[in-house]
């Protein structure tokens, strides 16, 4: 409900565009479509003629598409994936919501993965319009945790770009669906934004106690996994190293270590955080060894 303005103007955004010709951009009532794919429209067998040595890469049936961005998928494929990306309202058209979840989730990956391999950050920009849509059909759905999830994705993205004003929105709205629902891990990840952005800004107090509740919320998640108790160290002792409270550091420490030591226990392998975890004791002995000014 409270995102129900946010998800209108991200629909709005996305409606479809009047229908024009794909070759000369005419609009018009008497466009006809391509008979195989049913997707594309031409003004006359001029343009679609002209159009064809393009057209013909994406020309496929629409149970064709379906089981070619399936293939891609799970493949992987984030270019075949996104090859197809603008064809996707005709995927979704028609569906039933879960269906539609999927579909979107597919491209959000593909977009994730394009990112990662090339870079190229327009790739999270469109993320964000695709998030934004499964927020609302997760909802719809009530499921609530993976709305939450998506949230945070959502506030993650808008950050990377500093646009600061929707992060912290999308974090709040996350943090009250995280303490509703009772998803601590949530809670923990939206905290965790929050009290950075606020000890960037200079917000100091805010920032350390948004902190605190992120540690307090991170050993209470569903699951066993330890990722989120070291997030929430490791960004809380940064924050207290920062702002020379280190008699509030030395607890944090050893539990930092010993949350990074049984995660690297678990997957037989030294992690970075257990690294960390010694880099934190040296810089707490090196504190503790100065004189007191």
């Known amino acids: 409900e409270d995102m129900a303005e946010d998800v209108a103007l991200a629909l709005q955004t996305l409606a479809l565009k009047a229908p024009s ?3 000369c951009g005419k609009e018009g ?13 031409y003004c006359g067998a001029a343009c679609q003629n002209a159009d064809w040595k393009k057209h013909k890469k994406t020309c496929v049936t629409l149970q064709d598409l379906r089981k070619r961005v399936l293939a891609a998928a799970a493949a992987a494929d984030w270019r075949e994936v996104l090859k197809w990306e603008g064809r996707m309202e005709e995927l979704m058209e028609g569906r039933e919501d879960v269906i539609c979840e999927y579909i979107l989730r597919v491209f959000c990956k593909a977009h994730q993965l394009a990112y990662c391999s090339t870079d190229d950050t327009k790739h999270s920009m469109k993320l964000i319009p695709l998030q934004e849509r ?11 945790r993976d709305q939450a999830d998506t949230i945070c994705a959502v506030a993650d993205n808008f950050l990377s770009f500093a646009r600061r004003e929707e ?3 999308y974090y709040k709205r996350a943090r009250k669906v995280g303490e509703k629902h009772g998803f601590f891990s949530v809670e923990c990840r939206a905290c965790i934004g929050l ?14 106690e948004l902190l605190r509740n992120a540690v307090a919320a991170a050993p209470l998640n569903e699951g ?8 929430a160290l490791e960004c809380l002792t940064e924050a207290l190293f920062a702002t020379n409270r280190i008699d509030e550091v030395e607890p944090l420490v050893l539990r930092f270590r010993e ?7 678990k997957h037989s392998y ?14 707490l002995h090196e504190a503790r060894g100065k004189p007191e000014e």
């Open 134 to 144: 499964r927020v609302h059909l997760l909802g719809k759905m009530e499921r609530f």
């Open 195 to 208: 009290g950075e952005m606020a000890m960037k800004e200079g917000r100091t107090t805010e920032g350390l």
């Open 29 to 41: 009532a008497e466009l006809k479509k391509c008979s195989v794919c049913q997707h594309a429209s």
């Open 259 to 265: 949350a990074a030591t049984a995660e690297s226990r």
């Open 167 to 169: 992060a912290e929105s």
């Open 224 to 231: 066993d996994d330890t990722i989120y108790e070291q997030a």
């Open 270 to 283: 030294v992690s970075f955080e257990e690294l960390e975890s010694l880099y934190f004791s040296a810089r």
């Open 21 to 23: 010709c794909s070759h």
